[in-house]
């Protein structure tokens, strides 16, 4: 239910931990409520992010032009990807170096409860499934942080969403990647969902309408990769504010893979793209 207040709410606001991702021996800005609201405010509208961050936070600059409401925690929730040779393959396995203290819903402004689009985006269980249902606004989730756990170490594992049955229906949107997902439980969330996006990288994403009734395969706007991360919150930020506009799932799930595609050809948020990039691109692969 929407709270009342005579405060003006953003346009689009996005809930979940703002993270540093070690690259190349960098601290990079990083977490999907940065890359999404990033992409907001690049498309001109009013942005804002509820967050919990550590002292050791230093990359406002980047945040220039976002509203911020956020708790102060000891540590930046970190994270470090490490690569290992199997066989004549590479994997790559995340871990966590430090984590904040979970995001408190009173440290979201009351009038932000108002928000025309909301993204719940956690990396790493700092929010209740609850919050899901505080908000009336078009409302999208990608559940990777309910999809992890922290095991040996600080490594990233897979888990099962145990809350899934309770909250999957009560929202819009639905964004998952192949990497964070039990290949089992897809077609379950697929059910469950008004409208689902599994994306599988440079092979494109597919996209569930209708708890399953129409299925569609999206293709990837194939650009040199430098580094993949935050693409697919990209992915889900721009579906959201192109269906708020349209409410055509095909068509925004196009302008979405077409933004995503800026996000891989650099590093960090410098590649989240503006409005008529994605636009003129779109415009270059139709003609």
């Given at each position: 239910?929407?709270?009342?207040?005579?405060?003006?709410?953003?346009?689009?606001?996005?809930?979940?931990?703002?993270?540093?991702?070690?690259?190349?021996?960098?601290?990079?800005?990083?977490?999907?409520?940065?890359?999404?609201?990033i992409?907001?405010?690049?498309?001109?509208?009013?942005?804002?992010?509820?967050?919990?961050?550590?002292?050791?936070?230093?990359?406002?600059?980047a945040?220039k032009?976002?509203?911020?409401?956020?708790?102060?925690?000891?540590?930046?929730?970190?994270?470090?990807?490490?690569?290992?040779?199997?066989?004549?393959?590479?994997?790559?396995?995340?871990?966590?170096?430090?984590?904040?203290?979970?995001?408190?819903?009173?440290?979201?402004?009351?009038?932000?409860?108002?928000a025309?689009i909301?993204?719940?985006?956690?990396?790493?269980?700092?929010l209740?499934?609850?919050?899901?249902?505080?908000?009336?606004?078009?409302?999208?989730?990608?559940?990777?942080?309910?999809?992890?756990?922290?095991?040996?170490?600080?490594?990233?594992?897979?888990?099962?969403?145990?809350?899934?049955?309770?909250?999957?229906?009560?929202?819009?949107?639905?964004?998952?990647?192949?990497?964070?997902?039990?290949?089992?439980?897809?077609?379950?969330?697929?059910?469950?969902?008004?409208?689902?996006?599994?994306?599988?990288?440079?092979?494109?994403?597919?996209?569930?309408c209708d708890?399953?009734?129409?299925?569609?395969?999206?293709?990837?706007?194939?650009?040199?990769?430098?580094?993949?991360?935050?693409?697919?919150?990209?992915?889900?930020?721009?579906?959201?504010?192109?269906?708020?506009?349209?409410?055509?799932?095909?068509?925004?799930?196009?302008?979405?893979?077409?933004?995503?595609?800026?996000?891989?050809?650099?590093?960090?948020?410098?590649?989240v793209?503006?409005?008529?990039?994605?636009?003129?691109?779109?415009?270059?692969?139709?003609?």
């Amino acid at each position: 239910m929407k709270k009342k207040s005579s405060a003006k709410p953003p346009y689009f606001l996005s809930l979940g931990f703002i993270t540093y991702d070690l690259y190349n021996n960098k601290r990079i800005i990083g977490g999907a409520s940065a890359y999404s609201a990033i992409l907001a405010r690049n498309f001109g509208v009013d942005s804002a992010i509820a967050t919990s961050i550590g002292k050791d936070f230093e990359d406002f600059d980047a945040l220039k032009g976002i509203r911020l409401a956020y708790q102060m925690s000891e540590w930046t929730t970190t994270f470090v990807n490490k690569t290992f040779k199997k066989n004549i393959s590479e994997k790559r396995v995340q871990y966590v170096t430090s984590i904040a203290d979970r995001i408190r819903e009173e440290t979201i402004p009351v009038e932000w409860f108002n928000a025309e689009i909301v993204y719940i985006c956690p990396v790493s269980n700092e929010l209740e499934e609850g919050m899901i249902k505080r908000f009336d606004s078009v409302v999208g989730v990608a559940p990777q942080g309910w999809l992890r756990s922290i095991g040996e170490g600080g490594r990233i594992e897979k888990k099962k969403w145990e809350k899934a049955d309770e909250f999957l229906s009560a929202v819009d949107f639905v964004i998952v990647s192949d990497e964070d997902v039990f290949e089992e439980d897809v077609p379950k969330y697929v059910e469950l969902s008004n409208i689902f996006v599994l994306t599988r990288g440079r092979k494109g994403a597919e996209l569930y309408c209708d708890r399953g009734k129409r299925h569609e395969h999206i293709p990837a706007f194939e650009r040199k990769e430098v580094d993949a991360t935050g693409a697919g919150d990209v992915f889900g930020a721009a579906f959201l504010l192109r269906y708020h506009e349209t409410r055509d799932a095909i068509k925004s799930a196009i302008f979405a893979s077409c933004a995503a595609s800026f996000v891989v050809e650099k590093e960090g948020v410098k590649g989240v793209p503006y409005r008529e990039e994605v636009n003129e691109r779109i415009l270059n692969v139709s003609a």
